[in-house]
Structures are given as C-alpha cells and as structure tokens.
C-alpha cells in the first residue's frame, strides 16, 4: 500500500509510461492493455545446471525487447516495476516462493553498474522481493571481472569466459537456505548454472533460476 501510494504521488510529477511503447498509463498498471494483451509467454522447459528449476513470465521476442533495451542502456522507468509484478505472478504460480528464503540478483561488473546507472536484475530482484515478502541480498555475490556476451561465444568459450568471473562474499547468508536467483533475460543459461554452481559448493540447500524473459532456444544451447 505504501508503493503504491508512493507511485500515485510521483506520478503527478512524472507519468507512468508502459515500457514498451512509452503510453502514459495509470501508476498501478504495468503495462499499457494493448502491449499486455500482446505480452510473448514463455512457454518452454529449460534447464540449468544444479538447480531446481527454471521459470519465465515472458520469450524474449521483438514484442517484449524494447523494455528490456530501455534498462541495458540505463533507462529503468516503469520497466522494473512492471517485470517484477509479472516475475512475482509467474513464482506465485509455481509456487516457489514458499521456498524460497533468499533473493539473489545476478550481478553486473563495478564499471558496467557505473556506467549504466544500475543494475537492472536488481531492481527486479527488489521488486520480486518487495511483492512476496522475501528478503535480497544484492551483495552476496559480485562480479569481479568484465566478460564478453555469452550469446557470442561457443559452447567451450562460455565456461572459460566466466570462470572466475563470480565471487560469493557472503557465504554465510546462503549456506543450508533456498536462494532464488533473478536476472532479466536468460540466453545460454550459462550464467544461471556457473552462480548455481558456486551457489550449491559453499552449501545452499538448492537454488531456484527466475528470469523475465527467455530467449528462443538454439539447437547447440544446453544451459546458459
């Protein structure tokens, strides 16, 4: 109640747009009911290494891109909102979050959070977290080196591009708990699996993959 009290205060001072097209819509809307009614559901059934499952509200077509674009070139708006609303919805059908104890935003590089402004898996994450009651740690795990884009790499160059690349700095917080992990759109899946990986070695009791979005899988993609 206090969001959205929040929302309807700001948004005198600055409309709520939906992130696709930009129509300025009411501030508890997250989408505009034309763009809505058009939303590409994820219908598949991926995979991640060592998790538990896979889950996405959307397919990442060109009907669900241009809100994504918006947050990668550092424009949140009503993007997060609306992402964490649908995320949240797509859990509570799963009924994961009933077992979840963390949420863990997959994190971006120090100088591409700069350089964008902020991560955008976080304030998803936070959104995720503010809607089903659960609380995110942003900063258990840092990404302490740049890596080139996994979709343009082959399947062996993937797993040399991120090794290293994570770093857990609170074990602690996860060990023996259910940790969701968030991102915003999920391609090869090898992302998810190598924080999955780290994730269950320092002793979480299992690890949940939510994304936003899922791309049209690849005959060569096992796993992000």
Do not use: W
């Amino acid at each position: 109640m206090e969001s959205m009290f929040k929302r309807r205060i700001l948004a005198l001072l600055y409309p709520v747009r939906c992130p696709i097209c930009g129509k300025i819509i009411f501030p508890h809307e997250d989408f505009c009911s034309e763009c809505h009614d058009n939303l590409p559901k994820y219908y598949g059934n991926f995979n991640i290494e060592n998790a538990e499952t896979f889950i996405a509200p959307f397919e990442y077509t060109d009907r669900i891109s241009p809100a994504i674009i918006l947050m990668k070139n550092g424009i949140k708006g009503n993007a997060p909102y609306a992402f964490g609303n649908a995320v949240s919805q797509c859990i509570k059908s799963h009924g994961i979050h009933r077992k979840t104890d963390i949420i863990i935003p997959v994190p971006l590089h120090s100088s591409d959070k700069r350089k964008r402004g902020f991560n955008q898996s976080e304030l998803i994450a936070m959104e995720v977290g503010r809607i089903l009651n659960i609380n995110v740690c942003a900063e258990c795990i840092e990404k302490v080196r740049i890596t080139e884009p996994q979709k343009r790499l082959s399947k062996a160059e993937r797993k040399n591009n991120l090794k290293d690349a994570f770093v857990l700095t609170a074990p602690e917080l996860i060990r023996e708990k259910h940790v969701m992990l968030v991102d915003d759109v999920c391609t090869t899946g090898s992302t998810l699996s190598e924080l999955t990986k780290i994730l269950r070695q320092n002793g979480a009791a299992s690890v949940y993959c939510v994304c936003c979005c899922k791309t049209p899988i690849k005959k060569d993609d096992k796993y992000d």
